[in-house]
């Protein structure tokens, strides 16, 4: 094969970092600053326990809800997200298999802990992260693949088709059909929102975009009275606070999430 001149080389290999360097030096400074925190660990977070459940290239540390793998064409990993595909008219995937449901959950179990995440869905869009999950209860009351636990409610609460439709209990933030979320601000749709969870022994929080939605603890009187009235009073030990699984919901709309991170606390 016939090479070209050295110069030639030299001066294509100019171009292409040019090229790259102007493409980078085009992103607004912010939007850099942000890519570079994207699924990453501060030094100070490090130093306090910080870990990230998701590495922002791989599924692992995650599988499938009852599942030893992740099913396959409903979870992708795309630009340092873990994105929920809409399945809500899929049934096979190209190569003709049928599409496998379920929810994405951790491989491992946690008790006390802080965890901090960030989503974002589309117009109307409806999702959920679970805690206090037990694959045991979910098979014996409901679905091996689908996850019955607390959920931290994801939505647009701005779509005007929940409205009169939802519960309080049932918009962003709140624990799912039992406690409602207060002050909540979403940002716009198409933007991430960041939100945290904090569960430490009999106190649980939930905060969104900085700002303390809803709190409760295990045991109460009123986490007790909500559960009597929910879609869930009929599974034994609902209520009950175990070390468990952490679970991204498999509902029908496109979601995404990143910068997942945990720190245990002790």
């Known amino acids: 094969m016939k090479l070209r ?3 030639f080389r030299i001066t294509v290999v100019s171009l292409i970092v ?14 850099k ?10 030094k100070s977070e490090i130093r306090q326990g910080w870990k990230l459940l998701f590495d922002g290239k791989t599924f692992n540390g995650w599988r499938g ?7 396959a064409g409903l979870w992708v990993i795309e630009n340092g997200m ?12 190209p190569d003709g298999r049928p599409v496998e449901g379920g929810d994405l959950t951790t491989v491992d179990t946690f008790d006390n802990y802080e965890l901090s995440f960030e989503w974002k869905v589309n117009k109307g869009g409806n999702s959920g992260l679970k805690y206090n999950v037990s694959e045991e209860m979910c098979e014996e009351y409901g679905s091996k693949y689908s996850a019955l636990g607390f ?60 700002t303390r939605v809803m709190e409760f603890e295990f045991g109460s009187k009123e986490l007790e009275d909500a559960y009597k009235i929910s879609k869930f009073n009929k599974i034994q030990g609902f209520t009950d606070k175990r070390k468990a699984h952490i679970v991204l919901q498999n509902h029908n709309d496109e979601s995404w999430f990143r910068n997942i991170k945990i720190r245990e606390i002790n």
């Open 5 to 7: 001149p050295l110069k």
């Open 18 to 31: 040019s090229l790259m360097l102007i493409s980078w030096n085009t992103i607004p400074g912010k939007d």
């Open 33 to 42: 600053q942000q890519a570079s925190k994207i699924n990453k660990l501060t």
């Open 65 to 71: 809800l009852g599942r030893d793998h992740v099913p």
């Open 82 to 93: 873990i994105r929920k595909v809409n399945t809500g008219n899929m049934k096979n995937l």
């Open 151 to 210: 959920e931290y409610q994801l939505l647009d609460d701005s779509d005007g088709s929940y409205k009169g439709k939802l519960k309080p209990s049932q918009f962003s933030g709140s624990l799912y059909d039992l406690i409602p979320s207060k002050n909540v601000s979403l940002k716009p749709v198409g933007e991430f929102n960041s939100s945290r969870i904090l569960v430490n022994g009999t106190h649980v929080e939930h905060w969104l975009n900085g």
